[in-house]
């Protein structure tokens, strides 16, 4: 698969005169067709919900586009439940699936009327106490342990994940909550992250699936969804076979047909929680080249640092880079791509071929688009960027302003020297 950035160098030159770099761009044909996808490939399933994952691109903005087509909001923290509430995502439009979870937030979802999904057994103690009584429809998550495989390769090991409850205590969890007038269950897992294979949700699917029936027949609970989760990927490398979304539909739907519906079982809905998958490929990190250092390597210096996209120093994960205007050119220069940061880790690229490239050049970072904006952080004195919506029509929209040091030094109104920090 061919990396091409999904705005020109003369569209960047024109949103940089009015914006200055850097800033992440989103592509709004790009996020809708591929909603569009998702949709008719789970269309075949009649209560089918996406729950977009808000911490991947916390946005408003962008969510707001999701939510046209039906999307809803996956929670992980009071102000991602806030954020939800602002933008009208209320009820079952909520999947709050967090962990070490303070108790007031269990209170503020049900107030809410969102899907508490629990993620651990002790839990349902702490949603009696902070709400009074369990609400009628909750979710437990699920952690098999062990090693996920598909076919001969060990995707993840569920086993050394932080997240969801054992067999033995999904079983439990799930009888106490019947006990205390629990009424709708649902099931949730999440064993592997960016998986770029067709075969991930439906093996999660038919292994989902028989945890139901079987809760079903021994319980008696009334399961009426099941939450696949994330773990869709993207290719982040040229070369890379993307996910295919209608062959994933249905080999769930497959899994569907052979276990659930033989249980009777033909009117649970599937649920989905992606983030990377929904939004990563449809957002950019644009940058400008502004240093270059000759010494042991070749640098060039760039206007953002890992403060705007940590992914590659944190994790050396590849991102691409395509030059604006260059991108038919030779790839004949090998580069480390760096920020300001004080940290010998702050790359966006690491012995990379690109074309030459010159200072005031613009340099877009691919698949930025989840997991970009959102991890962002202030060290150094770095000031958060801005975030901008390319449109269909070819207009541009800011959707957050870049950070100030007004913004920089606000929280620190206790002291006196205040005043004087923000009149620079």
């Known amino acids: 698969m061919e990396k091409k950035p999904f705005v020109t160098k003369e569209k960047v030159?024109?949103?940089?005169?009015?914006?200055?770099?850097?800033f992440h761009l989103?592509?709004?044909?790009?996020?809708?067709?591929?909603?569009?996808?998702?949709?008719?490939?789970?269309?075949?399933?009649?209560?089918?919900?996406?729950?977009?994952?808000?911490?991947?691109?916390?946005?408003?903005?962008?969510?707001?586009?999701?939510?046209?087509?039906?999307?809803?909001?996956?929670?992980s923290s009071k102000p991602e439940l806030m954020l939800s509430r602002t933008i009208g995502a209320v009820g079952d439009d909520i999947m709050f699936s967090s962990n070490d979870t303070p108790i007031d937030e269990f209170k503020?979802?049900?107030?809410?009327?969102?899907?508490?999904?629990?993620?651990?057994?002790?839990?349902?103690?702490?949603?009696?106490?902070?709400?009074?009584?369990?609400?009628?429809?909750m979710s437990c998550r699920y952690n098999p342990g062990g090693v996920f495989k598909i076919?001969?390769?060990?995707?993840?090991?569920?086993?050394?994940?932080?997240?969801?409850?054992?067999?033995?205590?999904?079983?439990?969890a799930f009888a106490i909550m019947k006990e205390k007038g629990v009424e709708e269950f649902g099931i949730h897992s999440f064993l592997c992250s960016n998986t770029v294979t067709n075969e991930y949700y439906p093996m999660l699917a038919k292994l989902l699936f028989e945890l139901a029936a079987d809760l079903k027949a021994k319980l008696g609970v009334h399961i009426t969804f099941i939450n696949?989760?994330?773990?869709?990927?993207?290719?982040?490398k040229p070369g890379q076979e993307p996910n295919d979304i209608f062959v994933i539909g249905e080999g769930v739907r497959k899994a569907y047909e052979e276990v659930l519906v033989p249980a009777g079982m033909d009117d649970v809905a599937i649920f989905t929680e992606l983030g990377r998958y929904m939004l990563g490929p449809y957002g950019g990190l644009v940058t400008k080249a502004i240093n270059e250092k000759h010494t042991h390597k070749e640098y060039i210096g760039v206007?953002?640092?890992?403060?705007?996209?940590?992914?590659?120093?944190?994790?050396?994960?590849?991102?691409?880079?395509s030059v604006l205007g260059k991108e038919?050119?030779?790839?004949?220069?090998?580069?480390?791509?760096?920020?300001?940061?004080?940290?010998?880790?702050?790359?966006?690229?690491?012995?990379?071929?690109?074309?030459?490239?010159?200072?005031?050049?613009?340099?877009?970072?691919?698949?930025?688009?989840?997991?970009?904006?959102?991890?962002?952080?202030?060290?150094?004195?770095?000031l958060r960027s801005s975030e901008i919506l390319l449109k269909e029509d070819g207009s541009f929209q800011l959707i957050r302003r870049a950070e100030t040091p007004k913004d920089y030094f606000a929280t620190f109104d206790c002291f006196d020297f205040y005043d004087e920090l923000i009149k620079e």
């Open 228 to 236: 696949l989760s994330g773990g869709i990927g993207i290719p982040y």
């Open 13 to 22: 030159e024109e949103i940089a005169a009015k914006y200055p770099t850097p």
């Open 151 to 172: 076919t001969n390769d060990i995707m993840d090991n569920p086993g050394d994940a932080k997240y969801g409850m054992t067999t033995e205590q999904i079983y439990e």
């Open 328 to 382: 038919n050119d030779e790839c004949n220069c090998k580069y480390d791509v760096t920020g300001s940061l004080c940290e010998n880790c702050d790359k966006f690229a690491v012995d990379r071929m690109l074309p030459k490239i010159d200072m005031g050049d613009y340099l877009f970072i691919h698949d930025a688009g989840a997991h970009g904006f959102s991890m962002g952080y202030n060290y150094n004195g770095k």
């Open 26 to 75: 989103y592509d709004e044909k790009g996020i809708r067709e591929n909603v569009e996808n998702l949709k008719k490939a789970f269309s075949w399933n009649k209560g089918y919900k996406e729950y977009f994952a808000v911490k991947a691109t916390p946005n408003p903005f962008l969510i707001n586009i999701l939510r046209e087509y039906g999307c809803g909001c996956d929670c």
């Open 303 to 321: 206007d953002a640092c890992a403060a705007n996209l940590m992914r590659p120093a944190i994790y050396g994960a590849y991102h691409h880079i």
């Open 108 to 137: 503020y979802c049900n107030d809410l009327g969102g899907i508490i999904n629990l993620d651990d057994i002790t839990h349902i103690e702490a949603v009696e106490k902070a709400c009074g009584k369990l609400p009628k429809k």
